[in-house]
């Protein structure tokens, strides 16, 4: 059907195209239809929903993720897409080759899959599992068909943590040690999806973390660092909308996980690289069976990629430093950069710091670098480079002004703190969206405590978003006080 | 978020909501994201898009499915739907209760799911399965919040046939026999979705097909039965939602289609049902196994509900009757009421109706209902009350003028008719939006074949769409031809 195509400003996630009802039976389409538009030679997809008012007959209305279809076009309905049979296939709990899987990364890339066919994706991986070989070829396709960066040394660093942990701020503290050792370290993180603060947004507080491919390659020639957002650029296109499919499911498949990682480390130009796995009650890997399972899977498809993985596996169970929310961790990452801040994040740090020196070759020590001053200085460099004052001090950082004290009620020790209400209380508070919200922790586990020692600190920015993390503190117990000897958690 | 409703016309089969770029970033949605919208002391959903220039900051743009939302409203980031942990639930392998069910059920029929979450539910019943129970559960769920009609009758027939095989239009035979006999039957029936023609398309033929519940229960009342379109009343709304996220990618639980079919069937107020489940080569089951624990299950949900339930399991592995397409299957009911038509088609439609008679508890023979003529009588009364022209005759439902009819090249017998490749070239000729476009089928399963013996016709209504068809019947072999003592089929 010729239609010629008008725009139309709905700023959609998909690439919506608005039909006259009367074309749109003409063409046999129901809403949500996939319909292949034909422009300049080029074919894009598009997914169709009614209007009776908007566009004319002979109109086909485009919003902005098509924006660029303009004139004359030539609509059919789409053909299903190919990964759609794959899909299927592994909901049959069929192994996938290269070919297959290469296909459901293209037809993810271009938006060809509606999000019914998605949310089977991710949920068939889940159920059914990748293997190592799928897991190999998903993680090539995704480099594949992303952005990549060249750079001309041999050793390029890099480091991930799978993540769970609150407070597990210890990239940009790894970042400039291993930068200030002569080793280039890219490193992109991401935002909050649904924690308190993700590393860019704790960067965010320092420094812009939004750049280009080429504004990213200046900055680390310059400090062989970088702590950008891996979201304003295109490294692994597929494993955003990937991601997207999976968090509202709160669903994770490690292949998945390991592919999504690996190959944007593999875009970014990384060579070597450290990936902390924390485990315990409350990580995303709760048993030391199943971390190290996940390490060794790891190890191998990094060795596929080319690519030389050292894992850490780590204890997970409780918050690692101070603060949770983008302000407070900042104020802990400095603090610990200066020779201060709290000692458990200090010893991951150089730790982690230390075994990626280490796999690299580098002969530099992560505990001289950080007490010299060396990392402070180069970590000031790289925030000059992206933006943000290199002079900044903890006292710049002004947590929110709205505050609720927590006080232990009772004698005991602390058994446990929550990874999970922490991050809860501090969204509740406002992180990440407001940045200086959140809560700071005055114990860690085994803390001797009487009745009145404070236990954490809520911040917030209003008062409103103060009561709404006090409802949850009331009904909720994030730092477990017991007893020494009470063995009992739960009764159910 | 205080907002004023505008509506904006776009029909969309999500509940679609409009809001300027301005105010979603200060309620902090994403698109595609959900809103919990207050009108009038009550609530609705709606899915998030963003507009710079479609409404102004204050203003929330509803679509179509939301029109009912006017006035000044309320707006909050919705929370997560309970089913979805429920769905993860299933993911993870772990039984769901009654009360899983319910909420999963409800949120379905309230449009409180993404699509990404109900892909991942249908996804997960088909690798996970449905236990009996939760089978039984989620019929019940799925009957309770639809509409209901009420038979003053003990006994109200009802068939049901689970498909997969092409021309299978046996219910228009059947329902008139049993009506004639003095029992209702309350028939309503799907149209196609990947299938050239749905019981729905044929009729409609003949006749109007859509009619309120009330009209329904007249039409009965009136002639005991009817043969009426599923879709355009409420009996199990939750179904089509279901269906709509099935159908991409051809799954189709045995659990959920169980639910599916019973639920309307209970909704319906149908007491004694036969439900038949062809199977064979080419059919949705394809072995006899399968098909007889699908046979169990049914009856056992059916006890649960209070239903008697009747299977038969019959052969499926080719197409019954002549006819593929609304008009040429039509011209096969009718053919075979007035005493003729194809023999198979005859014969199953008589052991389908006696089967259902005697589970009734009523005396008649089918065969004899058909003979005398009685059925046919009823078929006409039936086809007064629901608008059509009782006196309509085979002559007057003309096939697809446009015709290529295909003839065998070698000498052999007939030893397999692909029921999907039928199906597929009905489509492609214009079945089953263009009534009279499909196939006639001149032979079947075992019939001797000399080189020009017609095997079938393939009927378009337009050149264009005849030109479609014959390039899938070039590159394919619908009809099987072999020398009788081939053993070879396909060499992979």
Chains 1, 2 share one sequence.
């Not at 048993?287 to 190890?299: H, I, M, W």
Request: charged share 25%; aromatic share 4%.
């Amino acid at each position: 059907m010729k239609l010629a195509a008008q725009y139309i400003d709905i700023g959609s996630r998909a690439p919506t195209v608005l039909l006259n009802t009367v074309d749109a039976a003409e063409l046999g389409v129901h809403p949500l239809d996939r319909i292949q538009i034909e422009y300049d030679s080029r074919t894009a997809i598009g997914i169709v929903e009614f209007t009776d008012e908007l566009v004319e007959p002979g109109t086909l209305g485009v919003t902005r993720r098509l924006g660029y279809v303009t004139g004359d076009v030539d609509v059919i309905p789409a053909p299903q897409p190919n990964a759609v049979h794959y899909i299927k296939k592994k909901l049959d709990d069929i192994e996938l080759d290269k070919h297959e899987l290469h296909r459901i990364v293209l037809d993810i890339k271009q938006d060809r899959l509606s999000d019914v066919e998605l949310g089977a994706y991710v949920t068939g991986t889940y159920t059914n599992g990748l293997s190592l070989e799928e897991t190999m070829y998903l993680a090539e396709c995704m480099a594949e068909v992303g952005d990549a960066i060249q750079w001309d040394d041999a050793v390029v660093a890099d480091k991930h943590s799978i993540g769970g942990v609150a407070g597990n701020r210890v990239t940009p503290i790894i970042v400039p040690i291993v930068a200030a050792a002569g080793i280039k370290i890219p490193k992109t993180s991401s935002r909050a999806v649904t924690s308190p603060a993700g590393t860019a947004d704790t960067m965010e507080v320092l420094c812009d973390v939004e750049f280009s491919l080429d504004e990213i390659k200046e900055i680390v020639t310059e400090t062989n660092g970088c702590l950008v957002w891996g979201g304003s650029v295109n490294l692994s296109p597929v494993d955003d909308k990937i991601i997207r499919a999976e968090t509202p499911l709160s669903i994770d498949p490690p292949g998945q996980i390991i592919a999504s990682v690996l190959s944007k480390k593999k875009s970014a130009g990384s060579t070597h690289i450290v990936i902390d796995v924390p485990y315990g009650e409350g990580a995303k890997v709760e048993s030391l069976a199943a971390a190290r399972e996940l390490a060794e899977d790891f190890k191998r498809v990094g060795d596929h990629l080319g690519m030389h993985i050292e894992c850490t596996i780590t204890r997970g169970s409780q918050p690692i430093g101070r603060g949770i929310g983008p302000v407070l961790e900042a104020r802990d990452v400095l603090d610990t950069l200066a020779g201060n801040g709290p000692e458990e994040l200090r010893l991951k740090s150089l730790r982690l710091a230390d075994i990626l020196l280490e796999s690299c070759g580098c002969g530099g020590e992560a505990a001289e670098i950080l007490d010299s001053g060396r990392a402070l200085a180069t970590f000031r460099d790289i925030l000059a480079a992206q933006g943000g004052d290199p002079d900044v001090t903890v006292d710049d950082l002004v947590p929110g002004r709205h505050e609720l004290p927590v006080a232990a009620d009772r004698a005991g020790v602390v058994t446990h703190v929550d990874n999970r209400l922490v991050s809860d209380i501090a969204r509740r508070a406002g992180a990440p969206r407001d940045k200086a919200a959140g809560m700071v922790l005055h114990c860690r586990v085994g803390d001797e405590i009487v009745p009145g020692d404070p236990l954490f600190t809520v911040h917030a920015e209003s008062a409103e978003k103060l009561t709404d993390a006090e409802r949850l503190v009331d009904k909720s117990e994030a730092v477990r006080v017991r007893s020494r000897d009470e063995a009992l958690v739960e009764r159910v």
